[in-house]
């Protein structure tokens, strides 16, 4: 099987390197035991070495001129991705972290981030049940998906941006139209209008 994996050398020992060079050393290789019970820890993020951040992933990204941390599918990461952005803040990590996710989240996980988010970007995928089972095999997918929306809208509130337009607040619901399901797709975006009006922007996506 091949797995996006850390090549030698070891993560404790990459995460004392440059962030350029960090990333050079990724690459696609074939599944090894010795790599299947790394553990991710939030050094990772934010450095072996407390004291020198600029070997911080995150401030370095920072220093780049990223506009944003964007974390893309990060709930099963959530503690460590939580201490790492404690850490960062403290040392100086401005920018908006994104959390970029697929909708279908836990409350209780969420409020773990309250403070640490600036921007949620979560999937609304469907609004009836049957074909969250279908396609997804994700049981009382809406309603789920509704808490996890209030939940990140009451952490972050009404969208804001920046002088130059750029988004720094807010939340951003993603819906991708899947073939034969419009009047799916209009009870989201129904549903979406008649709870949060303009205060939630929705991306409409047809992929399809």
């Known amino acids: 099987m ?12 990459l995460a004392t390197r440059p962030f350029k060079e960090k990333t050079a050393l990724i690459s696609i290789t074939d599944y090894d035991d010795e790599y299947a019970e790394l553990e991710f820890k ?8 407390f004291d020198d951040v600029d070997n911080d992933i995150f401030l370095d990204l920072q220093k780049q001129g990223a506009h944003n941390i964007n974390l893309v599918t990060p709930t099963h990461y959530v503690p ?24 279908y989240e836990s ?4 409020k773990t981030l309250q403070g640490l988010i600036d921007i949620y970007m979560p999937d609304m995928k469907y609004c009836d ?19 996890a929306i209030s939940e990140m809208f009451c952490q972050v509130g009404k969208n804001e941006f920046d002088e130059a337009g750029m988004m720094k607040r807010g939340v951003i619901v993603r819906h991708m139209m899947l073939p034969g399901l419009l009047f799916d797709s209009k009870k989201i975006i129904d549903y ?9 922007f929705i991306s409409i996506m047809s992929q399809y």
């Open 192 to 200: 979406m209008h008649e709870e949060y009006g303009e205060d939630v």
């Open 80 to 103: 460590q991705i939580a201490s790492a952005l404690k850490l960062a803040k403290k040392n100086g990590l401005a920018i908006p972290i994104v959390y970029n996710c697929g909708g």
């Open 129 to 147: 049940d049957k074909y969250a089972l279908r396609y997804s095999n994700a049981p009382n997918y809406f309603e789920i998906a509704k808490n």
């Open 107 to 110: 409350v209780e996980t969420l």
């Open 42 to 49: 939030p050094e990772y993020l934010f450095q072996i070495k």
């Open 2 to 13: 091949k797995i996006g994996i850390l090549n030698r050398p070891d993560i404790e020992e």
